[in-house]
């Protein structure tokens, strides 16, 4: 896991980081009276080492007291002295070591073991460590100076060296521990808040990256949404390298394996043969294979897909792990459909449920939006206005249902004669508008003449399966800005054009070929 930590009080209020430090504090009070009244008693039964007794329970009970009262209310700020503290206060106790009689010494052992504690909790385990050995080896060193070594409280403080510096590190990597799980909940919890407000898909892929980034040390993450047999990527890392549009097979990979199942899988070390039936190894991005692999599933009433990361290194994930990516695969599932459902019901919004083109309220905004892009770029575009011919008349003897027949094919034909980036519109009724971004007059005309063909050329299949005639259209051609800036002016242009070729016959393009000619000619 990435999971880079503070000191566990920078997370705190000062009551919390009081209430771990507590049972310490008062199991160290409690001592420090106990010295200070052995040193009482021993000096009124005349044996002078009582005198030591009492200075030292003291000495522990102020720094209890600085501790708790001075230093708690902001261990950060106290942060680059925590060595210093260390080798004070271990000096402190390790001169004790050596005055305080030997009975005792369970009781500055236990002490030192507390103390060790408190800094495990406030600084992490390098304070905890140096305090340890700058205690019992400067005891250890007076004893020397002092020509009182004896073996056997060597051997003993030695023993307490490794007892606590396991049991420092024990605690510490109980810290670590929890540390690792607050972490992970404010992941979940920021990713939840973030996904939870986004309703675009892409948005959504783009918080799963960061998340995954965030919270899972991976050579190789992916999120994959299973459409039409395949596995398309929106979001696809390997090795800090992003591949985009990319579409895999999903059959006997271990991706279909969990879409399949709706399983999550852990595969720990891919050097072994994968135990899935019908599973091979595929390699996908660089060549080069993982060698251990997590995913889980994200299915919704209306997508199927997969959250997956995967490593160069075996055993790089554990089963921590794949609960953390089994809660972000189960939020990224429910914000990608909320996605695609709201993507579904704007685009909707912005249809004729006929005919399924654009209609009237959202065409116009189209035109204003292709308008400043025409302004930025110095480029031009034109509009057609198309009506069908008598179309009234063709209901009435043919009936509505054949006549919205008639207005799905002709959008139809209209969508096969134009590019992707062009856009059609119902403008009401049997009017059609059609915008063509970076066209001239004369390539309009040209596309209005190829519809008007392909329409005089087609009949329609009526309820009886009798084939009738379709009816004819009229157009209109206006040019923006070559015949007008203004998009409402555009609009009037060509619908006037549009009513001059009914006024003409019907069936009919008004402008003209020869009118587009014109300006080139002159």
């Not at 999120?223 to 895999?248: A, T, V």
């Not at 040209?446 to 005089?456: D, F, H, P, S, V």
Request: net charge negative.
């Amino acid at each position: 896991m990435r999971l880079n930590f503070q000191p566990l009080p920078a997370h705190l209020t000062e009551i919390e980081a009081r209430r771990l430090v507590q049972p310490a504090g008062i199991s160290i009070f409690l001592l420090a009276l106990f010295l200070i009244g052995d040193g009482i008693y021993q000096n009124m039964l005349g044996n002078l080492s009582g005198q030591n007794s009492t200075l030292y329970g003291v000495i522990i009970f102020v720094m209890n007291v600085v501790f708790y009262f001075i230093i708690l209310r902001n261990p950060p700020a106290f942060n680059k002295f925590q060595n210093l503290f260390a080798v004070l206060d271990g000096s402190i106790l390790g001169v004790g070591l050596w005055l305080v009689p030997e009975k005792n010494d369970l009781v500055v052992y236990v002490v030192l073991l507390l103390i060790a504690l408190i800094f495990v909790i406030l600084w992490e385990r390098l304070a905890a460590f140096v305090f340890i050995l700058v205690a019992v080896g400067l005891s250890i060193l007076v004893m020397l100076v002092e020509q009182e070594f004896a073996l056997r409280i060597l051997w003993g403080r030695v023993n307490f060296v490794i007892m606590a510096l396991v049991l420092v590190e024990t605690v510490s990597l109980l810290m670590r521990t929890m540390r690792a799980r607050i972490k992970r909940l404010e992941t979940i919890n920021e990713f939840a808040r973030k996904i939870g407000t986004s309703l675009e898909a892409e948005q959504v892929v783009n918080i799963v990256n960061a998340a995954l980034q965030k919270a899972i040390t991976a050579d190789s993450y992916y999120l994959g949404i299973f459409e039409e047999g395949q596995l398309s990527l929106p979001l696809f890392y390997d090795d800090g390298e992003y591949f985009s549009n990319m579409k895999l097979p999903v059959d006997g990979t271990l991706s279909g394996w969990v879409i399949e199942h709706q399983q999550p899988l852990l595969m720990p070390d891919l050097r072994q043969e994968a135990d899935l039936e019908g599973v091979k190894l595929v390699i996908v991005g660089r060549e080069r294979t993982s060698l251990s692999w997590m995913g889980v599933p994200m299915i919704t009433a209306h997508m199927k897909g997969i959250l997956a990361v995967a490593s160069y290194r075996p055993n790089a994930f554990s089963h921590t792990d794949m609960e953390l990516l089994e809660n972000l695969g189960q939020q990224a599932a429910l914000a990608l459909d909320n996605a695609y459902h709201h993507d579904q019901v704007e685009k909707q919004a912005r249809l004729d449920s006929l005919t399924q083109v654009y209609n009237h309220g959202y065409f116009l905004q189209l035109l204003e939006q292709e308008a400043e892009i025409c302004k930025a770029s110095g480029t031009g575009m034109s509009l057609i206005m198309l009506d069908i011919d008598h179309f009234k008349q063709y209901n009435d003897s043919y009936g509505h249902l054949a006549g919205d027949k008639v207005l799905v094919k002709i959008t139809r034909v209209i969508q096969d004669h134009i590019h992707p980036t062009d856009h059609v519109g119902r403008w009401g009724g049997e009017e059609f508008c059609v915008l063509l971004p970076d066209t001239t007059g004369a390539q309009a005309y040209q596309i209005a003449y190829r519809i008007q063909q392909k329409i005089n050329q087609m009949t329609l299949k009526s309820s009886e399966g009798l084939n009738l005639h379709m009816p004819t259209l009229s157009q209109g051609i206006a040019v923006y800005p070559d015949e007008t800036d203004h998009i409402i002016e555009l609009v009037d242009l060509a619908d006037q054009r549009l009513y001059v070729a009914k006024e003409r016959g019907r069936n009919q393009i008004e402008p003209s070929p020869e009118y587009w000619e014109k300006p080139a000619a002159g």
